[in-house]
């Protein structure tokens, strides 16, 4: 297993739109442990494919108290089926340091397969319905900031920008 590198804002890459998953082969399945993997190491409770600059859609999350429930989501199809928004402070690897309330549907369905291509559905509300609408933002090349004014996420980019010409 490995511990892959997470982009952050604002590489370019973040921006990319994750192309469909045909193959569930072992190369595959090697991805899935290395996001799980990283995601646990950078004590996340989700963790995008795009963030670690694969573009390919899939995404890994673990939402439960205990970190035992590890759940993968490949090309995955959300369905917004409670419309009322709900309002979460949220967070994101790709963005270290900076959490903000955002709105988003309260109740989602999403249809996906598992590592070995099994179609699965399920409904979702509460912290998973967000974690699954923030990862499949990221599939589609979207970040929690677009949510923000133009001046917060201006600030924030600015701030991240300086950081990595400090570490680098
Ligand atoms: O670890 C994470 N925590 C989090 C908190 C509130 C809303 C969404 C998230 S997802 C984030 C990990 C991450 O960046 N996934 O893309
Ligand atoms: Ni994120």
Do not use: W
Not at 23 to 51: H, P, S
């Amino acid at each position: 297993m490995a511990i892959l590198e997470i982009i952050e804002f604002p590489h370019p890459n973040l921006r990319k739109i994750a192309e469909p998953v045909t193959a569930f082969d072992a190369k595959l399945g090697r991805l899935v442990d290395d996001m799980f993997e990283t995601m646990y190491e950078a004590n996340g409770i989700g963790l995008a494919a795009t963030q670690v600059d694969i573009h390919k859609r899939l995404l890994v999350l673990d939402t439960s108290e205990e970190k035992d429930n590890p759940q993968v989501f490949v090309n995955p199809i959300i369905e917004i089926i409670e419309s009322d928004l709900s309002e979460y402070d949220e967070g994101c690897l790709s963005v270290p340091g900076f959490y903000e309330t955002i709105s988003r549907p309260k109740k989602i369905k999403v249809e996906a397969q598992n590592r070995v291509g099994e179609k699965f559905s399920i409904e979702a509300e509460g912290i998973l319905s967000v974690c699954i609408q923030h990862e499949i933002d990221h599939l589609d090349g979207k970040l929690f900031v677009d949510y923000l004014s133009s001046l917060k996420r201006n600030r924030i980019r600015d701030k991240l920008q300086k950081d990595h010409k400090s570490s680098s």
